[in-house]
């Protein structure tokens, strides 16, 4: 043990042992090695690994579990938290939220992103996938907080071949743009918005760039009702009819949403090797009016993982309180208290969502990423501990988390985040500003 003389270690990469921690197996001590990988579990470990480690983190008050992975964000979007709430989908996007966006910059996108990651680490999120717009600004964002991101630019050309060219450009500039930093934390993914802001050739094209160079696509799928009768009336084909003829849905495909599938498409899905993105806040609050049909996926053997969606419509990214609302969405919608049980809740947002990203199985098993979230042990929603599982989805929140590990990176130490109290100064101004801007820009119309 060559110790910790400050105390503190955020973003320091070295060795790591922890040490009698309580994991979903029991109590066990876990070893992560300078590359940032698990090297080892179980008993004795730490009598073998004590004097080659760089930083003990004692674990007797802790839990330890893998770190969760949010499969769906737009991350710049905690700068809209509570901008407009409590309003028709329709009218929440036309009259509050594209004006807002309309007004963005790669500044605002930069401080958006920021605030979103210290949300995430604070919460005990260690990977996310996001789509918005200027995320060169994002992808710098992410990799000053540590975390892990698929990052896409949110493709729309609203049907029009000019805007089709410029998209397409955007696209290339991002992947270029991603792959040139050279960040194994960091990577790029396609973003189609969805079958309503996206023509069949830009659809087509981004398939074909996807196989092309195995980049993962991240797409928007039948969120409404409203969406899927539209297809129907103007193509005369349902929405994932047209990605399945657009080569859209394969195992490098990850759809968020899907509240208004059919039983065949969920069938569809799971031949195709479709990874769905379950978003139940969002879906909740816009009132979709329908809730994604876990009990088919499962049954078509999709991996479903879980996703906050924007901050706009959650209004929050802790993806514990995501695991909650989607146990309890599911048994409510499907009438059916034995739907989706916490442990499942759980694998949704750590295995499930671990493999879709493409980081690993998301289990604390040696040769596995050490990406790791240790919780209160002797928090008050840990207290009395009858059911592990049980204690961190249904009762738990973000504020259990005490320690986010990524790949061996210590992201917060105790709570401590070297770098918190400038994102909240520079958040909180951008926000500002952006409001500003927009209420000028309406004024001069
Ligand atoms: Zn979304």
Partial sequence: MKGDPE???????????????????????????????????????SRRYRNEADLLLPGKDCIAIPGLVNTHTHAAMTLLRGYADDMPLEDWLSQKIWPLEANLTGQDVYWGTRLACLEMIRSGTIAFSDMYFFMDEAARAVAESGLRAVLSYGFIDLFDADRREREMKATIDLVTGIRSLDNPKVRPALGPHAVYTVSEESLRWLADYSAREGIPVH???????????????????????????????????????????????????????????????SNMKLAVNRAMPYHWLKESG???????DGSASNNNLDLFEEMKTAALLQKFA????????????????????????????????????????????????????????????????????????????????????????????GASAAAADLVRRCSDSMHKH
């Fill in 219 to 281: 797409i928007h799928l039948c969120e409404t009702e409203k969406e899927c009768a539209d297809a129907v009336r103007q193509w005369g084909k349902r929405p994932v009819q047209i990605l399945d003829a657009c080569g859209i849905l394969t195992r490098n495909t990850v759809a968020a949403h899907c509240c208004w599938l059919d039983r065949v498409e969920c069938m569809l899905l799971g031949r195709r090797g479709v990874v769905v993105s379950h978003n139940p806040a």
């Fill in 7 to 45: 105390g503190v270690y955020p973003g320091k990469r070295g060795s790591i042992l922890i040490d009698d921690v309580l994991t979903r197996k029991g109590r066990t001590d876990i070893f992560i090695d300078s590359r940032g990988i698990i090297g080892a579990v179980g008993e004795g470990v």
């Fill in 334 to 425: 499907w009438n059916s208290p034995t739907l989706l049980p916490a442990g499942e809740a759980l694998m949704m947002a750590t295995e499930a969502g671990a493999r879709a990203l493409g980081t690993g199985n998301g289990t604390l098993a040696p040769g596995q990423p050490g990406d790791i979230v240790l919780l209160d042990r002797n928090a008050v929603c840990n207290t009395p501990m009858h059911n592990l599982d049980s204690n961190i989805v249904y009762s738990c929140s973000g504020a259990a988390v005490r320690t986010v590990i990524c790949q061996g990176d210590i992201l917060m130490k105790d709570r401590f985040i070297p770098w918190e109290a400038e994102t909240i100064r």
């Fill in 302 to 308: 999709v991996s479903v993982t879980l996703g906050t």
